[in-house]
């Protein structure tokens, strides 16, 4: 009970930010929205809208960064078939709950509350990328990075159009498998090279 609480609490701030911005946040409004009472939202969320949008905020977050759990080390292959499932998983978190990739777009880089924490959610999923990157390849810590946020930017990217440009409607899965497909080959080719070359 407490637990479905939470979630309508996050999902009634994150739906309100995505359609009305940020001014439309306060604990009347959200109250109402997740029916769930302003004493209830006061003592387990928070006192003030900063403490009403930071726990919407890292609530969605952390189910993103946590899908598919830890990438694999030392394994180029499998570390390939992690990347490929795991984005799967995440458009069709996308597709579910489109308002967290529309605010990722839209306060990406800010300094609000929103910004901080997709700062902090975003770091954490690319050094867990970039150090499953850098065993299985080979390569630096830092050149690692660089391809950690190239496959972030490849992902979010083609959330964005999966869940608001209808993407689904004009490709299929098995068009969108084989582009993937594609793209991961070629990322993985260049890593290989690197990695001879280094050895």
């Known amino acids: 009970m407490k637990e479905a609480k939470f979630q309508s609490v996050a999902q009634s701030v994150l739906s309100s ?14 109250s109402r929205l997740a029916k769930v009472s302003r004493p209830w939202i006061y003592k387990y969320v928070g006192k003030t809208k900063k403490d009403l949008i930071q726990f919407a905020v890292k609530s969605f977050g952390e189910g993103l960064v946590a899908i598919g759990g830890t990438p694999p080390q030392k394994d180029p292959e499998k570390l390939l078939e992690h990347f490929f499932a795991n984005t799967w998983l995440i458009f069709e978190y996308a597709q579910k709950h489109p308002e967290v990739i529309q605010l990722y777009y839209r306060f990406m880089g800010t300094l609000n509350p929103i910004g901080e924490k997709i700062a902090e959610f975003e770091a ?3 050094n867990a990328q970039a150090q499953a990157i850098s065993t299985s390849f080979g390569i630096s810590k830092a050149e690692a990075l660089l391809v950690s946020e190239m496959m972030i930017t490849f992902r979010m990217g083609i959330c964005f159009r999966f869940a608001h440009a209808k993407l689904s409607s004009r490709a299929d899965r098995k068009k969108l498998e084989v582009a993937m497909d594609r793209f991961f080959k070629h990322t993985s080719a260049v890593l290989q090279k690197k990695r001879a070359l280094l050895g």
């Open 17 to 30: 930010l995505a359609t009305h911005g940020l001014g439309s946040i306060s604990h009347s409004r959200i």
């Open 124 to 126: 954490q999923a690319m």
